[in-house]
């Protein structure tokens, strides 16, 4: 569902709607505020697991970030997206970046993992706008074929 305005919204006029009723997250996509997929249990568990290994890779080194909306262009327009984890270095922090807003410079590193009701046909095309938009790395995980693998397998990993 995409909460449709009469009018293409701006970055601008995005950023200061109200907040969504309950827990949901909004993304600006094609001048409209697009509801971001609600994660699930094991998506949830694999973003702290990776949020961990990538803070401990990464101290010191830059900002590793759990959905923060990201500030970029899409096809000459603005766009928000909202990575489950994105990654930016000390090198391309802006100086004057507002914590409490979003990343205003393309991230290295942008991780989504696909929901289920996505696909990742869907995914690999919003992979190539974050590439298209100057994001230096995008890692696209599909949890359903993970986990299908992981319940075949009689092994533990831990």
């Known amino acids: ?81 909202i990575p489950d984890i994105l990654y930016i270095s000390n090198e391309r922090l802006p100086p004057d970046w507002d914590q409490e807003g979003a990343c205003s410079v393309p991230p290295d590193l942008v991780i989504e993992i696909i929901s289920p009701g996505q696909t990742f046909g869907q995914m690999a095309a919003k992979a190539k706008d974050y590439l298209d938009a100057k994001v230096l790395r995008v890692w696209v995980l599909d949890t359903g074929l993970w986990t299908k693998r992981l319940e075949k397998s009689s092994q533990c990993y831990c």
């Open 1 to 81: 569902m995409i909460l449709q305005a009469k009018n293409q919204l701006t970055l601008q006029e995005f950023l200061n709607l109200p907040p969504g009723e309950g827990d949901i997250t909004y993304e600006l996509v094609d001048g409209q505020a697009s509801p971001k997929m609600s994660p699930k249990k094991f998506h949830s568990k694999l973003t702290r697991a990776l949020l961990n290994l990538l803070e401990q890779c990464c101290e010191g080194k830059g900002e590793v970030c759990p959905e923060l909306a990201v500030a970029l262009t899409r096809r000459g327009r603005d766009w928000m997206p």
